[in-house]
C-alpha cells in the first residue's frame, strides 16, 4: 500500500520558520519526482516546490529563496523547510510523489495545517 505521510505542520509566528517532512512507503522513491503544494481555504491547491530524484529543484516565486526543498532518497523522504513565513503562507500543506514512468500516477499524503499568525 502506497502511503505518504507528512509531518511538522503548526501554529507559528510571521517570520519564523518551519521544517515539514514527507516519509514515504509502498514506491519505488527513486522513480518519483517529490513535491510540496498547498491550498488555502478558498483557494486552488499550488505549487509550492518540486524536486527530482537528481536534486533538480524548481520553487514558486511566492516562496523563492525562502523555502528550501530537500530528499533523502536512501531514506525515502522528503522535506520542506520553511524560513521567514508570511501570513499568506498559511495552507494546508500536501506531500505528492509523481512517478516518471508511463503511466503518470500521483499520490498525496492527508495533508499539514500550517498556520503563519501573530
Known amino acids: 500500500q502506497v502511503q505518504l505521510v507528512e509531518s511538522g505542520g503548526g501554529l507559528v509566528q510571521p517570520g519564523g520558520s518551519l521544517r515539514l517532512s514527507c516519509a514515504a512507503s509502498?514506491?519505488?522513491?527513486?522513480?518519483?519526482?517529490m513535491g510540496w503544494y498547498r491550498q488555502a481555504p478558498g483557494k486552488q491547491r499550488e505549487l509550492v516546490a518540486t524536486i527530482t530524484s537528481g536534486g533538480n529543484t524548481n520553487y514558486a516565486d511566492s516562496v523563492k529563496g525562502r523555502f528550501t526543498i530537500s530528499r533523502d532518497n536512501a531514506r525515502n523522504t522528503a522535506a520542506l523547510q520553511m524560513n521567514s513565513l508570511k501570513p499568506e503562507d498559511t495552507a494546508v500543506y500536501y506531500c505528492?510523489?509523481?512517478?516518471?514512468?508511463?503511466?503518470?500516477?500521483?499520490?498525496w499524503g492527508q495533508g499539514t495545517q500550517v498556520t503563519v499568525s501573530s
Open positions: 509502498g514506491i519505488i522513491f527513486s522513480t518519483y519526482v
Open positions: 505528492n510523489a509523481r512517478r516518471t514512468t508511463v503511466p503518470a500516477r500521483d499520490y
